[in-house]
């Protein structure tokens, strides 16, 4: 050892330079590896070259973005009311409330559901966040001439948008439901045990997404890409279902390979700019506390299946319980998969519009 400090110490100060040199180009090309390894893939952006078609209509946003949409419901021009859907976690625009034609035609509802940011034919957003995705739901509104005011539905993970709307933008709202709606466990509002014993029910590999995606949400796309640790069973559809419908909806849906042309869509252009950013999204460091939001001017109701093998009720119940303004309806025996319900679109637009 002091023979190695001895012949450091001695060395020129050209020596010293060049050692200096090549130390320097050895860590940036080790760094340069790192970044290749940790960053995604550029997205394929739809109606650009090299990328997916543009097969459905879309409008322009005030950043340049576009957002691909799916009208439903009667004529706008003759609703009584105007719905904005907001689609889950591996969702796109052709998702909907399933409720019936004649019960939209009976009460006069238009309803428009849109490729969140990044999903399907929508351009992706980089700086996406909860904020934006409020903001994406205004800017269509408006687009399409919904008017000052409307509903808006969110369903699991896409409930994200609707807590984000009654945050920055309650004056636009008529009213709002929500489907299952996924939580964050670091949410303020939380016991921090309960929340802890909710996490702690997940598969190792879900616990790892999700804390991942909150404390190091740049190096998600490699988390969940390398083989050597379990990722999100939720992402390969292997979560444990608990309720008997939502687990033969999964089997049916999968054997005729529905989910997998539903991934295809969702995920066109990257898998990062669609689910991964939407786990960063859902799971990182909100800006507020959806449970100290303050009393929204309009009606807030959120739905919840008892069984549900994603959402944990005693987190919802929690929620609803701290928002004395929500209207909490539990489904007994009931899973995740609330669209599958029979009936219940019908009875959450007939709720809804009071």
């Known amino acids: ?73 009667v004529p706008k021009e003759a609703a009584r009311y105007k719905i904005v859907f907001s689609h889950g976690f591996t969702g796109s625009r052709l998702d909907s409330l399933r409720a019936s034609p004649e019960v939209a035609e009976e009460l006069g509802v238009y309803m428009v559901a849109f490729d969140r940011a990044g999903y399907g034919e929508s351009d ?19 687009a399409l001439g919904l008017g000052d005011k409307f509903y808006v539905v969110g369903v699991s993970l896409g409930s994200h948008a609707v807590w984000g709307a009654l945050r920055y933008i309650p004056e636009r709202i008529a ?8 939580v964050n466990y670091w949410w303020p509002g939380f016991p921090a045990e309960d929340a802890a014993a909710a996490y702690g029910r997940q598969s190792y590999g879900d616990q790892w997404a999700l804390r991942v995606s909150h404390h190091a949400p740049a190096i998600l796309h490699w988390w969940m890409d390398q083989s050597w640790l379990p990722t999100s069973t939720v992402v390969d559809n292997t979560t444990f279902l608990p309720n008997k419908r939502d687990a033969d909806i999964r089997r049916t849906l999968t054997a005729d390979g529905t989910l997998q042309k539903k991934k295809e869509m969702a995920t066109q252009q990257g898998i990062n700019e669609s689910y991964y950013r939407d786990m960063t999204v859902m799971f990182g460091k909100w800006e507020f506390d959806p449970m100290a939001l303050p009393e929204p001017p309009c009606p807030v109701h959120i739905w919840q299946g008892d069984e549900d093998g994603l959402v944990p009720v005693a987190l919802q119940r929690h929620v609803a319980g701290k928002l004395g303004w929500v209207s909490y309806h539990e489904l007994p025996g009931t899973g995740h998969f609330l669209s599958a319900v029979p009936g219940l679109g019908d009875t959450v637009l007939r709720t809804l519009f009071g």
């Open 175 to 182: 009213g709002a439901a929500m489907m299952a709606p996924v």
């Open 1 to 73: 050892m002091a023979e190695r400090l001895l012949w450091a110490s001695t060395m020129s100060g050209g020596e010293k330079t060049r050692g200096m040199g090549a130390m320097g180009t050895l860590v940036g090309q080790l760094g340069e590896l790192l970044s290749r390894a940790v960053m995604p893939p550029p997205p394929r952006v739809c109606g650009a070259p090299g990328g997916p078609p543009v097969t459905a209509p879309r409008v322009r946003l005030s950043d340049g973005r576009h957002l691909a949409y799916e009208e439903s419901g």
């Open 124 to 142: 992706p957003n980089p700086n996406r966040t909860v904020k934006s995705a409020a903001l994406d739901m205004a800017e269509l509104a408006d």
